[in-house]
């Protein structure tokens, strides 16, 4: 199998081909990815409250986003890795994004980075990215990071205003040189403005159909607590079933059924009884200087 190419990415959508993308944040969660065929994984700032416990995604350093992506790039041959830039590494200059974003590749083995937002200073910085030679991601529509300036979690293109800016955004996102742009939080039809006068393939998540799908793995795979977001679908129900199998274990350990047979060493007769002579000696000598 051989890698997926940026390339081939952009292809995909005139071959009527619609991309797969998911989150990881761990090799097992990598593998898996990996071992279902999608085409792209986010190593996402999403990672701070699935995998870190975070209550938002703000907090996240570089640092510990590195330590994620390394483990993702460990489990993943085929697909594109594409790892989120945390909030606070990128906003100061663009040679701060740069640095940044080199660190991603070098250190990480990011195929791509993803930035949020399509203001002036965030289309300076995937420029200057861009210019590097690292592609970016586009990333907008509801952007997290800056969440608390869009008055919360919510989603965008509403109203004319906002649905006009994400025409703009999404334009100078694609001027700036992004290879493909992220939506969140969207109503279809807007996408489908959006992608009738896009080059680059547009990636959906809550925002109707698109040329790709992104979605976070825990939330997917029902790991994420309590409640998702409305454009969530949950294919599996993994959190319910590692709380019942820990359950069970911890039910076996305290009734003593387990461990069992099949899951003991068998001891070699000579060594038993060197150990039940030398368990003799000890204790006699025990006795014997009390
Ligand atoms: N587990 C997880 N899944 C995500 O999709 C995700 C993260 N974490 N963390 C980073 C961001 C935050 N995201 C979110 C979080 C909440 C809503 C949400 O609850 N939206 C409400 C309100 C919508 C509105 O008022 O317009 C919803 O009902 O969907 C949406 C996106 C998407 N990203
Ligand atoms: C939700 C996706 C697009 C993301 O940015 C993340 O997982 O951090
Ligand atoms: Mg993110």
């Keep these: 199998m051989t890698r997926m190419t940026l390339t081939r990415l952009t292809e ?32 996402g700032d999403s990672g701070a409250q699935t995998v870190l416990g975070y209550d938002s995604t703000v907090g996240v350093t570089v640092d510990e986003m590195l330590v994620l992506a390394r483990a ?19 906003e100061v200059s663009d040679e701060q994004a740069v640095e940044t974003a080199i660190r991603f590749v070098t250190s990480a083995g990011a195929d791509a980075v993803k930035i949020e937002g399509g203001g002036e200073a965030r289309l300076s910085r995937l420029r200057a990215v861009v210019a590097a030679g690292i592609p970016v991601v586009g ?4 952007t997290p990071q800056t969440a608390v300036a869009l008055g919360g979690m919510r989603a965008q293109g ?4 906002s649905a006009e800016r994400l025409v703009d955004e999404a334009l100078a996102v694609q001027d700036a040189g992004a290879c493909c742009i992220v939506i969140e ?11 009738s006068i896009l080059d680059v393939p547009l990636i959906g998540i809550g925002a109707g159909p698109a040329d790709g799908q992104v979605l976070v793995l825990h939330d997917l795979l029902g790991v994420t607590e309590g409640a998702t977001a409305k454009f969530v679908k949950q294919y599996g129900a993994v959190g319910d079933a590692t709380v019942s199998a820990i359950a069970e274990y911890a039910s076996e350990v305290r009734s003593a059924a387990f461990p069992s047979d099949e899951h003991r060493y068998a001891a070699r007769t000579d060594a038993l009884e060197a150990a039940r002579n030398r368990a003799g000696v000890l204790a006699a000598h025990r006795d014997n200087t009390r």
């Design 12 to 43: 995909m959508p005139a071959q009527g081909e619609p991309i797969v993308m998911v989150t990881a944040y761990d090799y097992p969660g990598a593998r898996a990815a990996e071992r279902a065929g999608v085409d792209m994984v986010l190593v």
């Design 158 to 161: 509403r109203s004319v205003a």
């Design 185 to 195: 939080a969207v109503p279809a039809e807007i996408t489908e403005v959006l992608r």
């Design 72 to 90: 993702v790039r460990r489990g993943t041959e085929t697909a594109f890795m594409v790892c989120d830039v945390p909030f606070g590494s990128t």
């Design 139 to 142: 990333h907008i529509g509801l």
